[in-house]
């Protein structure tokens, strides 16, 4: 069982930036693929960016990229989402999810879920 706690959101302007961290209870932490999720009021879970557990490769939506930087820091189990330029609509509860094998991008694939955190960028 992995247990993940996300931290680091709140309220920014527009263009502004934050940082998320997602800590992870687990030893194993180095094998297992890290994503980060997102869902606004009203909407689906989006897919934001994972990263591999071994090799750090990483990926990003369309939405995100550019914007947004995952790294994985394997010695401290803490994955973090770096936000940058941050807009009105990127406005959502942000998620960091595990998976025990190769990343990818569907939710319904991730094991563990951490309990979200509050991203609130107003104009």
């Known amino acids: 069982q992995v247990q993940l706690v996300e931290s680091g959101g709140g309220l920014v302007q527009a263009g502004g930036s934050l940082r998320l961290s997602c800590a992870a209870s687990?030893?194993?932490?180095?094998?297992?693929?890290m994503g980060w999720f997102r869902q606004a009021p009203g909407k689906e879970r989006e897919f934001l960016a994972f990263?591999?557990?071994?090799?750090?490769?990483?990926y990003y939506a369309d939405s995100v990229k550019g914007r947004f930087t995952i790294s994985k820091d394997n010695a401290k189990t803490t994955v973090i989402l770096q936000m940058n330029s941050l807009k009105p609509e990127d406005t959502a509860v942000y998620y960091c999810?595990?998976?025990?094998?190769?990343?990818?991008?569907?939710?319904?694939?991730?094991?563990?879920w951490g309990q979200g955190t509050q991203v609130t960028v107003s104009s």
């Open positions: 999810a595990a998976r025990n094998g190769s990343p990818r991008i569907y939710e319904s694939m991730y094991d563990y």
């Open positions: 687990r030893g194993t932490f180095s094998t297992y693929a």
């Open positions: 990263i591999s557990g071994t090799m750090g490769t990483t």
